[in-house]
Structure formats: structure tokens, C-alpha cells
């Protein structure tokens, strides 16, 4: 019991010197250890409210339980600062890394955390003993470290094992100080009054995070609780003299002024003091692997300086244009402004149009929560529904490591190398779409031959060819399928899925973005160099297909503009000689909707070769069947055609000879009319040297050829 | 952020309440506390019961209603929960405020202020609101307590409105009768007066957080006496934040810097700590809001472990199985949908 007799026993040369010291730190020149508001008289604070001068129960006079302790005896709800409060579940638990179960959460920068994590005992232990983490966390990969004390005693005796959310982990460990748990992690176990210390089945969680170093500046380093942070590590709570980054805050105008200014310990306008301990996130580029900060926010090429994100006085970003260090309205750990993360995004990054959102922002219908690497990340799932359609999604601020080489991160701070990235959401769940199936088929857009080749804003007219996802799909432009009908009177546009990609028009020139469908297929398929051969050698060879669909031959079939036949009897399906088709309108998913199919539209694969959605025989000797042309009966009679009535022998040619439609026709275009053009493997010139068709008018032409045996010499019909 | 317009105003007084430290001549004299003498009343004996953490955000007072419920309010989360004595969750209140104090009466009628709005709201058992004391929103500066005196006579309410320095006291019209305290040092005034308590022989124990003692009133305001200590040597208080008393007359004194409770006799001879900062059973993390039950059970909020600490006092009665409680039945460790029903 403590009472009148106690406080008369304290030894008078201690009293007299403490209270001498509080009169001298009271009387000194301003600044020295000025308490300037609102840490001041103004809020009735004085040096007791904080220090006492005897038999004070840790450092600094001050510290029960931590500094922390200390500063939310005030900063609480009911209590002195009650209007800047703060709880310990306020603490920053960000994912990714947590346990199974464990929700991110938080709202502000944690008080008792470091380069070695921070460490939470697990509900019901019994254990007096503390655990502490140690050593610089140098793993690439955030996690949750597990210890478990499976044999009770005091340190040296009881035994302990450990795993991580990642699969590593240790057992029959001794207790003892500073016990290597990979990754440059320690634990040290410290005894109790009481003993066991440890007892067997209690446990403790260490939070490890990435890219974290100690501070080096003194006056942060001399700041630390078992190398951990606390609240005076970044706040000089008794001045606020140093800069801190926030506009909107006042002068410093001497002893006695500055409230307002966070009593920051260092300055940190720049980002200086943030930096100190997050260094290894100061980069320049995306390309090492985090977000760049220290540069001005370019205002084209896709971004635009922030409309209300603050930057540094020389108009940078810094960690603090994004992030809020306390009372952050995001409520899962990531400290950031604003809880809409692609709100955050867009106020820099144009290509995420929020207004009319395209399907990957849009959370009321396409946009996907990541369901957790499956092809080659390890980037969990984001289980947190309101991050639905954000760019958290795909893209990680500070990277995430390449697990083939963890040393480095995914580029454009992806979460996975496309097309992995887009698998995870298009091989059928969560998007309905299986296009992974497809692409996976014996005829497709070759994805897997190229990895992170395509680059934003490369060339519309592909210099070196490749296929990416994104060389025909613009993630943040693209919007949802838009079922076209068949027949058209206008080129397909390059719109829902297609919306936003660049591509050549008719005249060879770059547009951007592509008006038409075909604008974009003209990128590889028409002026680039390294054209793969024609798949059959033709009277007139022509690879290009630009040149092929521009109106400069005598034939083509009509996905640019009309076709040249006024005279086509065999259409159907609402098909007429005005019409206009798509590139697609052949070549798609042999298993897409359009062919009856359960799979993905577009011709990202195909059983059938040349990646066509329905049959078509080149072979020729081919027994006929009406099935081996079903690519040219969707929009052509059978019927028509075996009648004659627009070539009467088709019949004795087709059904009788078996020679497919592609021996006599290019199914794209052609320098005579009506699509003739011999495949010269099966057709030769006739006896004379000459090989032709000439059409003769309506429904008659004439052929001069040899072709299975036969010359014909002006055969007409 | 919510600001205190009265915390400027009181400014130079603290300076000369360290000018009086100091010695320094002209300056006002603090009020010099009696810690009490020897132990009028026994030490009791305690032993932890339970560490309850289920669905406890932070939280700050707790009550008891005459069913032996508990009501927690957790003012971050603009909720209060009503639970049943092994932690099982009864019900939500939440879309609050700011709820920090909370008293429940003899007829469970409660008592809950938000802080958002600076008033203090009446329900009735049922939770239908009855009314508000004083003129509803504005009658308080910061209410950080609230206290019903056991005497059915009187029915009046004590509010430790310690933005504003004074204690007030209503009737059972929810009107202001009177109100004591007022800025200061000396006997009677307070510097932030975060707790108060009524004990059975009417006596109002009020925890003057700045000035680092317990005054002791009669229930019409008068000074009666005082204890606690306030700088230079051992500091016995820390930060008061939240007083009790059991039927004995022990006064239960919740130190939310130092991490525990301190248990008195009525003039201040200390009997006994109780806890420790801590992350154990029985431990605490800045302890705020505390209440003994009819089973002499202490309950103690401890905001940063986000718990509620249960302790037996001497001849306590045990914590009934969970089976045989009200409410839903909860095992501690359950979590209860927090429910919406703002009243």
C-alpha cells in the first residue's frame, strides 16, 4: 500500500534533482523541449502528463507497456485526445500473407511493427514467457510466421516449431535468443517471473511484410522498440518544427505554434522520413518492381497529374500521395486514400475510364474478383468483394515476385505474366468464357510462343510478329460481347471486346483506335513482314490481306465493302449480294455459339485448321459430303449450288469429281472475278500454257486449265 | 475530427498548476489528496474468470442489467452489444455515434451518450428511446461517464461531462437538477473528470483524470474529501479512466495508462492492483470501463486487446454454463451477426 509514509521516504537528493531537471527543461530557450500545440497548455498538457520524474515503470520516464501504451491512454475515445482516437485494431493487417481466415484489415500505420514483423500472442495462451522477433525480413513473398511451443519450459528447455503461410516452417527448435527462422528472421523467447515460461500448445503469429529496412537516420533509429516502430519513432510529440507532407498544413512559426503539423520527427514533405524505412519502393520505373515515385506525373501517354491526390512541393508523387498514414477510409490494411482503389488510380491513369467503365472496371457486371494464381502466380485470391472490378485485381502497386524467379517481379506490376494473368479469369470461371480451352486447340492465335512481347503503344503494324491477349484486347478498354447478326450492311466495328485496340485501315495507315474488326486483323495479317506462305498455292498468290479486301481486285469476299458480284443465287440466311461479312464470320471457335458450340466466341482457336468454325475441305479427292463444306454452306445453298444455278456444272465438279470449292475459289479474294483463283497443286495451265477464267457475264464464264487430266480449252458455261 | 473548444480555454491553468509544482510564487495551490490511512475495509480476493474477446472491437463502458446481461458500447464501432456473462452476443445496437458512456438502472432503463452529437439518450428495456437528458444534442461537451445512484429514492443520474469540467446530476424528468466541478486544481474542480461512481451510502466518486485523484462528493456536490497523487514523486495515477465500487464500498479504479486496476477503501488506502499490461487472462491493454455484478463479478473493458476481463470477487458466483444463460446460448469465442437495429 502506498500512502503519506511512502511518498516522504523518496530520497531528497533524487526529488530535489528530478524537479530541478523539470524546472530546466521548463525554463529553457524555446525549442530546446518546447511543447508546442496542441501537446501543450492549450489541450492541459504539461511535461506531467506524460514524464514522471521517480519510479517510473520504463525509459524515458514515460513508458508502460511501450510508448504506444502511453499515447492511446490519451488517444482514445473518452479520454483526453478523444478526437484523435486510436485502437490497436486500428493497426494496418494488409494482405496478401495472412492465415487462412484472417480478414485484411486496418486503418493506419502500424505502431509496433519493423523489418521484422510485428508479433500477436494467439487467443488462450497461458504463457508468462514473450516472444520476440528479430533480424531483417528478407523473403520475397509477405507472410505469417506460426510459432508453436511443443515441449512447456523456460527458454533454453522448452522446444518450439514453426510454419509460414507459405510453406516453410521448422520443429524441435530449442528455445533461446535470436533462433534463425529463415529469411534473415529470428525469434527471441524471454522468460517470465514464473515458470514454465512456455508452455506446450500456445503460440504466436509474426506478421512479416516485404521491402522493409531499418531507418537510418538517427533520429528515427534511436526511436525503436525491439527494432520495432512506435508512435515517437515518426512523431516528435513535443515539436513541430519539421515538415510534414500535407499542403494544407500551417507554418511552423516558432515555440509554441504549429498545430496542425503532425509533430513530425523528420521532415517529411518529400516523402523523406517514409522513405527512411520503405526504401527499397523508391523507384523511378515500374520496371523494379513498384510503383514510381519521386516523378512528376506525366500528362499524356495515358496519364495526367492528380486532381486531388497530394504531391510533394516539387509536384512528385510520393508514398503519401496514395497512401493516408492514419484514419485511412480503406478499412483493409493498404492505407491508401480513398477505399475505391480504381477511384485512386484513374485520378493518374487515364486508360481506367470509370464514367463508362469498360468490363474489367465494371463491377456491377463483368468485373472479376482474382481467384488466386493458378498458372504460374502465386498472388492469393482477393476475397474482399469490394475490390470487385478494381485494378488491385491485376496490377499490384508494389509488384508481385515472378515465382520462376522471385528475385524479380512480374512486369507492369502484374500479378502474373500475361496470358497467364488472363487465364486465371477466362479458362471458364470466373469469366464464363473457357477462351484458355481454345487457345489450347490444334489451330489458334499462337499466345504461347510470345511472353511480354506486346508493349503499350507499340506500332499499330506489327514489325516483329507476335500474338499477346493484349495485342487484340485492350484490358481497360474492353467491354462486354456484343452478338452481331450474320449478314451486315457496314463492316463489323471493332467494338465490345475488340473496343479501344489500335489497328491499319484499307489505306495502310495506323488508326487508333480501330474503326473495324478487320483494322485490327490487318496488324499481322496484311503489311507486316514474315507473312506465313498462303495455306494453298495459288493462280494469283497474295498474302496481304489488306490488299486482298481493299477493293483493288476483281473479287473478294465482302468484309471491307460490297463484293463485285451482283449475282450470287446460292446466299442464304439473310445474305445477299450486298452484304457484308467479318473476318470472323469464318474464322472462329469451331466450339463458339455461332456454331452451336458451348464455348467462347472469336477465333482464338480451332479445331479445324486455318482456324475456321465450320468444316471446309481442301484436300482434293474428297469424297464429298455437304458436311466437309459446312464453312460455305452457312451463307451458300448446297441446294443452289448442286442446281446449277449460278455455274451449271458445280455439281459434276463437286459431288461428281470431289474437288472442293477451294481448288477453283479463294475463299478471300481474287484478280478474277467471282473468287477464281486455281490451287495451281491441283490445277495446272491447260495444253496450250494458258491457265484462266474469264467470266462472260452473268451466271457464264469460261476456263482454259488442265485439272485431273482433262485440258480444257475455253470450256464455257 | 471532433474538437473541444473548453480544453483552450483551460490552458493556462495547467501551466500554473506547474508553476505551483515548481514553487514559484503567486502561482495557485493544488489540492493536496489524503491517500487515507489504514484499510478500513478488507483486501479482496480476486481470480480471473475469463478473457472474452468475441466480437469486441474497442471497447469502453460496460453495464449490467438486473438480468445480469452486459452491455459493452464500443464507440469506434458506433455500436453497442448486449451479451450474456460467458461472452456469447445477445444483440447489436450499432449506427451510434460516437457511444463511449452507458448506465443501466434498476428498471433497465439505459442511459448512452454519443459523443457526435454531445447528448445522452434514454431507452427503455425494450430499447424504445425515452427521451434524452437535459436538451438532447449539445447538452454536453464530452461525456465520458454515466452513473445511476442505487438509491430508488432519488432516481437521479450523475454525468461526468468532462469536456466541460462538471459532473451533472438529473432527475427522473431527464431534467438537470444541478451541476458541481468546474476547471481547476483546487477541492471540487476537475481537470477532465472521465469517471464517476455512486455508492450505496450516496457518496459520488468522480476520477479527475488530470488532476490525478478521486474526489469524493455528496450527492448534492458538496467536496467531502479527496485522494491520489499529481507529479513530482510516484505517480499513483496514471490516467483515470473508469471507477466502481462493490457493495462493500471498495472503489475499483481502472488506470488506462498504468494497465490496471487499483482497488481503495473509500478514503484512498489502497487494498490491492488487480492485473497488469498485459496480453494474458486478466490482463489489460489500457483498461477503461468497469462494473461488479450481483454475482460480485468485476468486468473490465480493456480497449487495445479489444476484451472484456472477467474477475470473482471473494465469495463470487461462477459464470453459469452457456447453456443455461440467456440469450442465444453463445459459446464465448462465437461471433454474433452484428445486427442494424438503430433505434
Known amino acids: 500500500m502506498r500512502g503519506p509514509m511512502q511518498l516522504r521516504s523518496f530520497r531528497p537528493d533524487v526529488i530535489g534533482t528530478s524537479f530541478l531537471a523539470v524546472a530546466l527543461l521548463l525554463l529553457m530557450a524555446p525549442g530546446a523541449v518546447a511543447l508546442d500545440p496542441a501537446h501543450d497548455a492549450s489541450w492541459s498538457i504539461d511535461c506531467s502528463s506524460c514524464h514522471t520524474t521517480h519510479n517510473s515503470s520504463g525509459g524515458a520516464l514515460t513508458t508502460v507497456g511501450g510508448n504506444g501504451n502511453l499515447c492511446l491512454s490519451c488517444h482514445m475515445v473518452g479520454s483526453l485526445a478523444s478526437g484523435l482516437p486510436f485502437v490497436d485494431a486500428d493497426q494496418a493487417l494488409p494482405g496478401p500473407g495472412l492465415p487462412l481466415g484472417t480478414i485484411p484489415s486496418g486503418t493506419s500505420h502500424r505502431w509496433d511493427s519493423g523489418p521484422a514483423g510485428h508479433v500477436k500472442a494467439e487467443a488462450g495462451n497461458t504463457s508468462p514467457g514473450e516472444v520476440i522477433p528479430g533480424g531483417?525480413?528478407?523473403?520475397?513473398?509477405?507472410?505469417?510466421?506460426?510459432?508453436?511451443?511443443?515441449?512447456?519450459?523456460?527458454?533454453?528447455?522448452?522446444?518450439?516449431?514453426?510454419?509460414?503461410?507459405?510453406?516453410?516452417?521448422?520443429?524441435?527448435?530449442?528455445t533461446g535468443v535470436d533462433v534463425p527462422l529463415g529469411d534473415g528472421m529470428t525469434a527471441s523467447f524471454v522468460d517470465a517471473d514464473t515458470s514454465p515460461s512456455f508452455v506446450a500448445g500456445d503460440g504466436w503469429q509474426v506478421f512479416v511484410r516485404t521491402d522493409l529496412l531499418p531507418p537510418a537516420d538517427p533520429a528515427l533509429s534511436a526511436r525503436l522498440e525491439d527494432g520495432r516502430t512506435m508512435c515517437s519513432t515518426c512523431h516528435n510529440q513535443h515539436n513541430q518544427s519539421r515538415a510534414p507532407f500535407d499542403p494544407s498544413a500551417p507554418a511552423y512559426g516558432g515555440s509554441g505554434t504549429g498545430e496542425g503539423r503532425h509533430f513530425m520527427r523528420i521532415d517529411n514533405d518529400q516523402g523523406t522520413m517514409c522513405n527512411d524505412c520503405h526504401g527499397l519502393r523508391v523507384v523511378q520505373s515500374s520496371s523494379e518492381g513498384s510503383h514510381p515515385i519521386e516523378v512528376v506525373v506525366p500528362g499524356s501517354g495515358g496519364t495526367q497529374p492528380p486532381a486531388t491526390l497530394p504531391l510533394d512541393p516539387n509536384d512528385r508523387i510520393a508514398c503519401m500521395t496514395c497512401h493516408q498514414v492514419h484514419d485511412s477510409p480503406a478499412m483493409d490494411g493498404s492505407l491508401l486514400r480513398s477505399a475505391d482503389r480504381t477511384g485512386l488510380c484513374v485520378e493518374c491513369h487515364t486508360l481506367a475510364d470509370t464514367a463508362t467503365p469498360a468490363s474489367h472496371f465494371d463491377p456491377g457486371s463483368t468485373g472479376a474478383l482474382w481467384p488466386g494464381g493458378q498458372y504460374g502466380s502465386t498472388f492469393p485470391a482477393i476475397t474482399d468483394s469490394s475490390q470487385t472490378a478494381s485494378c488491385a485485381n491485376c496490377h499490384q502497386a508494389h509488384g508481385w515476385p515472378d515465382s520462376s524467379d522471385p528475385n524479380v517481379d512480374y512486369p507492369r506490376l502484374q500479378v502474373d505474366l500475361e496470358e497467364n494473368l488472363c487465364y486465371t479469369c477466362h479458362d471458364g470461371s470466373p469469366a464464363d468464357a473457357d477462351v484458355r480451352t481454345d487457345f489450347l486447340k490444334s489451330s489458334a492465335h499462337p499466345l504461347d510462343l510470345a511472353s511480354e512481347v506486346h508493349q503499350i503503344g507499340e506500332p499499330a503494324t506489327v514489325t516483329a510478329r507476335h500474338v499477346e491477349c493484349e495485342d487484340c484486347h485492350g484490358p481497360h478498354e474492353a467491354l462486354p460481347r456484343v452478338d452481331l447478326p450474320g449478314a451486315t450492311t457496314a463492316p463489323r466495328p471493332a467494338s465490345g471486346p475488340l473496343e479501344g485496340v489500335r489497328g491499319v485501315n484499307l489505306a495502310g495507315n495506323e488508326v487508333n483506335p480501330a474503326s473495324y474488326e478487320y483494322e485490327l486483323c490487318f496488324r499481322c495479317h496484311a503489311?507486316?513482314?514474315?507473312?506465313?506462305?498462303?495455306?494453298?498455292?495459288?493462280?494469283?498468290?497474295?498474302?496481304?490481306?489488306?490488299?486482298?479486301f481493299n477493293g483493288s481486285l476483281a473479287s473478294y469476299h465482302p468484309v471491307a465493302m460490297e463484293g463485285t458480284n451482283s449475282s450470287v443465287p446460292s446466299l442464304i440466311n439473310g445474305w445477299d449480294e450486298t452484304s457484308l461479312m467479318s473476318c470472323t464470320t469464318c474464322h472462329n471457335n469451331d466450339d463458339g455459339p455461332v456454331a452451336g458450340g458451348s464455348g467462347a466466341n472469336g477465333p482464338h482457336g480451332s479445331d479445324l485448321p486455318n482456324l475456321l468454325e465450320r468444316r471446309y475441305v481442301t484436300a482434293d479427292g474428297t469424297n464429298f459430303a455437304e458436311a466437309n463444306f459446312a464453312m460455305c454452306f452457312k451463307c451458300h445453298s448446297w441446294a443452289s449450288i448442286e442446281s446449277g444455278a449460278s455455274f451449271d456444272d458445280h455439281k459434276k465438279h463437286i459431288s461428281g469429281e470431289d474437288t472442293p470449292c477451294n481448288v477453283c475459289h479463294d475463299p478471300h479474294a481474287s484478280a478474277s472475278p467471282k473468287l477464281i483463283n486455281f490451287d495451281t497443286s491441283v490445277v495446272s495451265p491447260s495444253n496450250s500454257g494458258t491457265l484462266s477464267y474469264v467470266s462472260t457475264g452473268t451466271n457464264s464464264g469460261s476456263c482454259t486449265l488442265n485439272c485431273h487430266g482433262k485440258n480444257h480449252q475455253n470450256w464455257t458455261y | 475530427m471532433l474538437t473541444n473548444p473548453s480544453r483552450f480555454a483551460r490552458g493556462q491553468r495547467a501551466c500554473a498548476l506547474v508553476v505551483a509544482l515548481l514553487g514559484i510564487p503567486g502561482a495557485a495551490t493544488a489540492q493536496l489528496c489524503d491517500w487515507g490511512g489504514a484499510p478500513t475495509l478488507p483486501v479482496p480476493e480476486v481470480e480471473v474468470l475469463a478473457s472474452q474477446s468475441n466480437a469486441l472491437r474497442a471497447p469502453a463502458r460496460v453495464a449490467v442489467d438486473s438480468e445480469g446481461r452486459v452491455w459493452v458500447t464500443d464507440p469506434t464501432a458506433g455500436a453497442v452489444a448486449l451479451r450474456n456473462l460467458s461472452g456469447g452476443v445477445i444483440d447489436v445496437r450499432s449506427g451510434l455515434g460516437i457511444p463511449v458512456a452507458m448506465a443501466v438502472d434498476a428498471f433497465d432503463g439505459i442511459y448512452l451518450s454519443d459523443q457526435s452529437t454531445g447528448r445522452v439518450d434514454v431507452y427503455d428495456a425494450g430499447w424504445n428511446h425515452a427521451g434524452s437528458l437535459g436538451t438532447g444534442a449539445g447538452e454536453f461537451a464530452s461525456v465520458t461517464d454515466i452513473a445511476v445512484d442505487p438509491d430508488l429514492g432519488t432516481a437521479l443520474v450523475f454525468v461526468a461531462d468532462s469536456g466541460a469540467d462538471l459532473v451533472k446530476v438529473y432527475g427522473p424528468d431527464h431534467q438537470l437538477v444541478r451541476s458541481f466541478g468546474g476547471s481547476g486544481t483546487g477541492p471540487g474542480e476537475f481537470d477532465f473528470p472521465s469517471a464517476v461512481w455512486v455508492s450505496l451510502d450516496g457518496e459520488v466518486f468522480v476520477g479527475d483524470q488530470n488532476n490525478d485523484r478521486v474526489q469524493v462528493f455528496d450527492r448534492d456536490g458538496t467536496f467531502l474529501r479527496c485522494f491520489g497523487a499529481q507529479g513530482g514523486g510516484d505517480r499513483n495515477f496514471g490516467r483515470i479512466q473508469g471507477l466502481a465500487g462493490d457493495t462493500l464500498g471498495r472503489v475499483y479504479v481502472a488506470d488506462a495508462f498504468q494497465g490496471h486496476v487499483k482497488v481503495f477503501d473509500p478514503f484512498g488506502a489502497e487494498l490491492v492492483v488487480i492485473g497488469g499490461l498485459g496480453d494474458l487472462p486478466g490482463e489489460f491493454r489500457t483498461p477503461f470501463g468497469l462494473v461488479i455484478d450481483e454475482g460480485n463479478r468485476l468486468l473490465v473493458t480493456s480497449v487495445n486487446s479489444g476484451r472484456l476481463e472477467v474477475f470473482g470477487l471473494d465469495d463470487f458466483e461462477v459464470i453459469p454454463p452457456a447453456d443455461l444463460l440467456f440469450g442465444d446460448g453463445f459459446e464465448s469465442g462465437d461471433v454474433h451477426a452484428w445486427s442494424d437495429a438503430t433505434p
Open chain 1, 136 to 174: 531483417v525480413f528478407n523473403g520475397r513473398f509477405p507472410k505469417t510466421i506460426t510459432l508453436t511451443v511443443t515441449a512447456s519450459g523456460d527458454v533454453g528447455a522448452a522446444v518450439f516449431s514453426w510454419s509460414d503461410t507459405i510453406g516453410g516452417g521448422g520443429s524441435g527448435l530449442t
Open chain 1, 527 to 548: 503489311d507486316s513482314p514474315n507473312l506465313p506462305a498462303a495455306p494453298t498455292p495459288r493462280q494469283f498468290p497474295e498474302s496481304n490481306l489488306r490488299l486482298e
